[in-house]
């Protein structure tokens, strides 16, 4: 499906996007309803759990994903969103179609049903979701080793950082201090995908804690 512009203006704040998700993913024919349970924007993603009944109470049944014990399923529903010319617009996709935009949430993602298929597009999707949900969130003077060097733009490289930030107005911004050179360069949270962390700044700007965690081991 192709990108679905509003021309009436009805969407313009984060509450308007947020009660049209829900409309989206409310609906009721014959057979089936549609709920929304959960809804999460993340960037100009939104990302919703959706769940699906039999209105006779029946079990559904599906053969992408187990039904749970209530007989329904919950399935993960992406919508890429974006202003143009002052119209909102969306793109919707199912989970299991493949969406490449990947950070749902992990309590959204707990709400799913499970998969039947463990070598399906769904569970690829997901597993992409745990994996960026993992990526740490560092803290200042906590020394990182990036899984990989990263290139800059200057064609040096970089894999040993420290967390650290710079001022730009009245708002810190962060980024790290490269281990070799003392350069500052922003990583973004991609790029640090299966770091490591070298020395926690905890411990380091702490000599009562660092004794503390030392009696401890």
């Known amino acids: 499906m192709g990108w679905l512009f509003y021309t009436d203006g009805r969407v313009q704040t984060y509450t308007d996007e947020k009660a049209e998700i829900a409309q989206l993913c409310t609906f009721e024919g014959d057979t089936r309803k549609t709920e929304l349970v959960k809804a999460c924007k993340v960037g100009s993603t939104w990302y919703a759990a959706a769940k699906v009944t039999n209105i006779d109470g029946t079990p559904v049944e599906d053969t992408t994903y187990v ?12 919508f890429l969103t974006r202003y143009d010319d002052g119209c909102w617009g969306y793109k919707d996709m199912e989970e299991s179609a493949g969406p490449v935009e990947s950070r749902a949430p992990v309590s959204l993602l707990a709400l799913l049903s499970e998969l039947k298929d463990p070598d399906s597009y769904a569970h690829a999707w997901r597993q992409r979701c745990q994996d960026w949900a993992a990526i ?20 040096s490289t970089c894999q040993i950082v420290t967390a650290t930030h710079y001022r730009r107005g009245r708002q810190k911004r962060r980024c790290y201090r490269i281990e070799e050179t003392g350069g500052l360069v922003r990583l973004s949270k991609a790029s ?4 490591e962390l070298l020395s926690s700044a ?16």
Do not use: C, M, N, Q
């Not at 039904?67 to 992406?78: K, L, P, Q």
């Not at 740490?136 to 064609?155: F, H, R």
């Not at 640090?192 to 770091?195: M, P, V």
């Not at 905890?202 to 503390?212: I, N, R, Y």
């Open 202 to 217: 905890k411990v380091a700007t702490s000599p009562v804690l660092a004794e503390f965690l030392a009696g401890r081991e």
């Open 67 to 78: 039904t749970d014990a209530d007989g329904s399923i919950t399935f993960a529903a992406v």
């Open 136 to 155: 740490p969130d560092y803290e200042e003077g906590d020394k990182i080793k990036l899984a990989a060097p990263v290139t800059l733009t200057d064609g």
């Open 192 to 195: 640090l995908a299966g770091s």
